[in-house]
T-cell receptor
Framework: SQKIEQNSEALNIQEGKTATLTCNYT??????LQWYRQDPGRGPVFLLLIRENEKEKRKERLKVTFDTTLKQSLFHITASQPADSATYLC????????????FGKGTKLSVKP | GAVVSQHPSWVICKSGTSVKIECRSL??????MFWYRQFPKQSLMLMAT?????????EQGVEKDKFLINHASLTLSTLTVTSAHPEDSSFYIC????????????FGSGTQLSVL
């Protein structure tokens, strides 16, 4: 079965810097990969989806890359702000017929002013 | 964007009682909803897939008689934790897609269940 590793449980950076989060997966290459933001005591919120034939995708200060050879996605937040502090989850399709996702444990980002 | 409403946000109950959690899609129809459980500092774990008008599909290790799922309409799915025990204390989250071809999930705000 597919496994996801977000190898940094926590990341602390200074405001204004670029945060880079890593997501690695094993086994089969997914058709797409997603990133979600989760605040404490809340449900995840969708941020970006990148497909297997896309190398990079951007949305405002967010950038996601997808390397199917390395089986890795990088998630960047440029010009980080304290409001960006949250847990960021990587998600992949499980491969089942119902279309559900499997999630990594997440990386808790703290942006210090 | 699509909105998924989940209630209650938190609930405290005595051991042995049952708790019902509701998940509603407010501005779209959801033929399929997913129920996840999340323990502190852990990833979301899929418990079951709820299909409108049919039986839910449970993941391996999830007791269907303990976690009853009812998807009676295209906008409402409920999860009932029966005879709750302290080990059932967790954060339960529902999610749905706004369309069969839309890959992203919209999540409810979650329900924190504490069983005393």
């Amino acid at each position: 079965s597919q496994k996801i590793e977000q190898n940094s449980e926590a990341l602390n950076i200074q405001e204004g810097k670029t945060a880079t989060l890593t997501c690695n997966y094993t086994n089969y290459s997914p058709a797409y990969l997603q990133w979600y933001r989760q605040d404490p005591g809340r449900g995840p919120v969708f941020l970006l989806l990148i497909r297997e034939n896309e190398k990079e995708k951007r949305k405002e200060r967010l950038k996601v890359t997808f390397d199917t050879t390395l089986k890795q996605s990088l998630f960047h937040i440029t010009a980080s702000q304290p409001a960006d502090s949250a847990t960021y989850l990587c998600a992949l399709p499980s491969g089942g017929s119902q279309g559900n996702l499997i999630f990594g444990k997440g990386t808790k980002l703290s942006v210090k002013p | 964007g699509a909105v998924v409403s989940q209630h209650p946000s938190w609930v405290i109950c005595k051991s042995g009682t049952s708790v019902k959690i509701e998940c509603r899609s407010l501005d779209f129809q959801a033929t399929t909803m997913f129920w996840y459980r999340q323990f502190p500092k852990q990833s979301l774990m899929l418990m079951a897939t709820s299909n409108e008008g049919s039986k839910a599909t449970y993941e391996q290790g999830v007791e269907k008689d303990k976690f009853l799922i009812n998807h009676a309409s295209l906008t409402l799915s409920t999860l009932t934790v029966t005879s709750a025990h302290p080990e059932d204390s967790s954060f339960y989250i529902c999610s749905a897609r706004s369309g069969t071809t839309n890959e992203k999930l919209f999540f409810g705000s979650g329900t924190q269940l504490s069983v005393l």
